[in-house]
C-alpha cells in the first residue's frame, strides 16, 4: 500500500498509565526501525527488527520500554508506567532489507505525538 | 560511538541563490551518510545518501551534498533555493555492521527559511 502508518497519531495519557503504540509498514519490508524525536532534537534511535527478532534494542531508555513484532510486519511500542519525560513524537521507520546499497532506504511514517501529563 | 553535528540551528537564504546546510560526523569507521527533510506535521523524507563512490551525491528536488573524508562534513547544498525548501533538515549516519545496517544517529536538525 503506501507509506508506513503510525496510529494513534496523537495519544494523550496520565503519569503511571500504560500505552501502545502501533506502527504498519510498507508491505515487504523486514527491517522496522523505532526512533523518539524531543522537542528540539533530531530523532534518537530507540530499537530495530529485522523480521521478528529485535536485531538491536540498545536505544531503549529503560526496562518500561519494549517492542514487539510478532508476525514480522505490524509492530507495537509498550511503554510500562509513563512519566512525563516519555511526551514525544515516537517515530517508525520501514526499509526493504537491511542492507546498506543505493537502492534501500529508510522510509519514516508522520510519528505519534505522546504527551504525559 | 558516532556523533553528528549541524552547527547552525537556522540558515536563511533569499529564494533564487544558493545554500548549503553544514554537517559534520564522527566514526570510528567508514561512515554511510543521510539527508532527511522534515516538513511540519509529516515525517520525515529521504533526500540522499553517501554510501560509496562519487563523493558528490545528488538526491531530490535539486540538492547535492559532498562528502569530504578529510574535513569529516557532509554539507547538504543546492545551486538556487525556492521558497517551498523551507523546512527542517536532518543529516544522519549509520554504520554498517555484521548483516546489514544499525538505526540512524540524527542531527540536531537545521531549519532552512527561504526569504522571497
Known amino acids: 500500500g503506501a507509506g508506513v502508518s503510525q496510529t494513534p497519531s496523537n495519544k494523550v495519557t496520565e503519569k503511571g498509565k500504560y500505552v501502545e503504540l502501533r506502527c504498519d509498514p510498507i508491505?515487504?519490508?523486514?527491517?522496522l526501525y523505532w526512533y523518539r524525536q524531543s522537542l528540539g532534537q533530531g530523532p534518537e534511535f530507540l530499537i530495530y527488527?529485522?523480521?521478528?527478532?529485535?536485531?538491536?534494542d540498545s536505544g531503549l531508555p529503560n526496562d518500561r520500554f519494549f517492542a514487539v513484532r510478532p508476525e514480522g510486519s505490524v509492530s507495537t511500542l509498550k511503554i510500562q508506567r509513563t512519566e512525563r519525560g516519555d511526551s514525544a513524537v515516537y517515530l517508525c521507520?520501514?526499509?526493504?532489507?537491511?542492507?546498506?546499497?543505493?537502492?534501500?532506504?529508510?522510509?519514516f511514517g508522520a510519528g505519534t505525538r505522546l504527551s504525559v501529563l | 560511538a558516532q556523533s553528528v553535528a549541524q552547527p547552525e540551528d537556522q540558515v536563511n537564504v533569499a529564494e533564487g541563490n544558493p545554500l548549503t546546510v553544514k554537517c559534520t560526523y564522527s566514526?570510528?569507521?567508514?561512515?554511510?551518510l543521510f539527508w532527511y527533510v522534515q516538513y511540519p506535521n509529516r515525517g520525515l523524507q529521504f533526500l540522499l545518501k553517501?554510501?560509496?563512490?562519487?563523493?558528490l551525491v545528488k538526491g531530490s528536488y535539486g540538492f547535492e551534498a559532498e562528502f569530504n573524508k578529510s574535513q569529516t562534513s557532509f554539507h547538504l547544498k543546492k545551486p538556487s533555493a525556492l521558497v517551498s525548501d523551507s523546512a527542517l533538515y536532518f543529516c544522519a549516519v549509520s554504520m554498517y555492521s555484521g548483516g546489514g545496517a544499525d538505526g540512524l544517529t540524527f542531527g540536531k536538525g537545521t531549519h532552512l527559511i527561504i526569504q522571497p
Open positions: 553517501y554510501i560509496t563512490g562519487d563523493n
Open positions: 508491505s515487504g519490508h523486514t527491517a
Open positions: 566514526v570510528s569507521g567508514n561512515p554511510y
Open positions: 527488527f529485522q523480521g521478528t527478532g529485535a536485531a538491536d
Open positions: 521507520a520501514s526499509s526493504l532489507t537491511r542492507t546498506l546499497n543505493i537502492k534501500n532506504i529508510q522510509y
